[in-house]
């Protein structure tokens, strides 16, 4: 047994390592359906992972061509063997699955004859979540008893890797929403209050047009400040829309990439002090992206509320931990003040993503005194 095994257990090391390298559910589902059919030599081999309504949320198949699977037309129904295999804890194999009435109704016209079978269902917490059907066994007539143990040790561990692909999955989609969520704050605090005086502006001018030509071109010089702004943050919100690549520029890069648009956007004298030497504390873990996301909110709030005329931006490496400093000269604010925080979200935002990382985040500022916003992250997260 121990020399059979060795094949499965690195199989279920392979699942592990594809989850630990943040592959999709697609990718980790068809790793796993590859490894079971190579584990027991078998010709075909599917996993199925059902919807709740009678159908199957993915099918995977292994040793069949592209062209044989469009043949075969859409994803199968949850009923026959395949469903048989979702509704017990137990593994099924048989030499002849034709001699089953639980495999009659269910046979699409282009599929390959098959015989041998070997169904396992995939149980998490109880529930069956998933099954692996294997066909065909490769230089005898049925599987046996130790490939079915092989497959319901695979079938344990892909519980796992499933569960945890699909945490990802909803952590990523979390993410993509706490985004949108922001973006959307972003428009509401700032692009619609410009737009919302760009349009006062607007109706001022034309009423004092014929009354009052001098006055009315002093509000249409307004209107065209407003729109640049307008312009200006849209261009900001649009150019933060694309996606920040960590792992090619690093921290230091890409906060640099930052503190230049923010410059070219803003007008604001934005100073950058940044080491790269310190990154790998957050970045060897992918904490870097949440430290990003802070520096971003720190600058801007100093160039978009502070009213402030330089900027400073450091990041430290402290050996064993990374500082970062967001620094302003603006008008300041009270940190507690609640009805403050009601309305600009930015510091609770920051705050929740220090936590997240394991970091200690300290915003102090007063009413004329301008704004630091620090961050430091140890290597360990404590």
Do not use: C
């Not at 699909?166 to 692009?191: C, K, T």
């Not at 919100?237 to 230049?260: S, T």
Request: no cysteine; charged share 25%.
């Amino acid at each position: 047994m121990p020399e059979r095994v060795s094949p499965a257990l690195k199989a279920v090391s392979d699942a592990v390592l594809a989850v630990a390298s943040q592959l999709s559910v697609e990718e980790v589902l068809q790793r796993l359906v590859d490894s079971s059919r190579e584990l027991v030599g078998a010709r075909y081999a599917a996993l199925g992972i059902p919807d709740g309504s009678g159908g199957f949320r993915r099918f995977l198949v292994s040793g069949m061509s592209d062209e044989l699977v469009a043949a075969m037309g859409p994803l199968p129904r949850t009923h026959g063997m395949l469903g048989a295999m979702l509704e017990a804890h137990d593994a099924y194999l048989t030499d002849d699955i034709h001699r089953d009435l639980r495999f009659r109704g269910w046979w699409p016209r282009e599929h390959p004859d098959m015989r041998s079978f070997l169904g396992v269902p995939i149980v998490a917490r109880d529930q069956v979540i998933g099954a692996f059907y294997l066909t065909e066994k490769l230089g005898a007539t049925e599987f046996d008893a130790a490939d079915r143990e092989l497959i319901e040790l695979l079938a344990a561990h892909a519980a796992i890797a499933i569960t945890n692909a699909r945490l990802y999955e909803r952590s990523r989609e979390l993410s993509i929403l706490s985004e949108r969520n922001r973006l959307a704050l972003e428009l509401h605090d700032v692009v619609s209050q410009t737009l919302f005086s760009l349009n006062l502006a607007a109706e001022s001018s034309a009423t004092l047009l014929q009354r009052d030509p001098e006055a009315a071109g002093v509000q249409l010089e307004r209107v065209r400040e407003l729109a640049r702004e307008a312009l200006a943050e849209l261009r900001s919100l649009i150019l933060g829309l694309r996606p920040v690549d960590l792992e090619r520029d690093g921290l230091a890069g890409a906060l640099g990439k930052e503190v230049d648009m923010i410059r070219r956007l803003h007008g604001v004298d934005v100073e950058s002090d940044l080491e790269s030497a310190g990154q790998a504390v957050v970045e060897t873990d992918g904490r870097a992206a949440d430290v990003l996301r802070i520096a971003q909110e720190a600058l801007h709030n100093a160039v978009r509320h502070s009213r402030a005329r330089n900027v400073t931006v450091r990041l430290r490496d402290g050996g064993r931990s990374l500082r970062l400093e967001v620094v302003d000269d603006g008008v300041g604010f009270d940190p507690a003040d609640p009805e403050l925080r009601s309305h600009h979200l930015g510091l609770t935002s920051m705050e929740e993503r220090a936590r997240e990382l394991g970091g200690r985040l300290v915003v102090s500022s007063a009413p004329g005194a301008g704004t630091t916003v620090s961050l430091e992250v140890s290597a360990d997260g404590a």
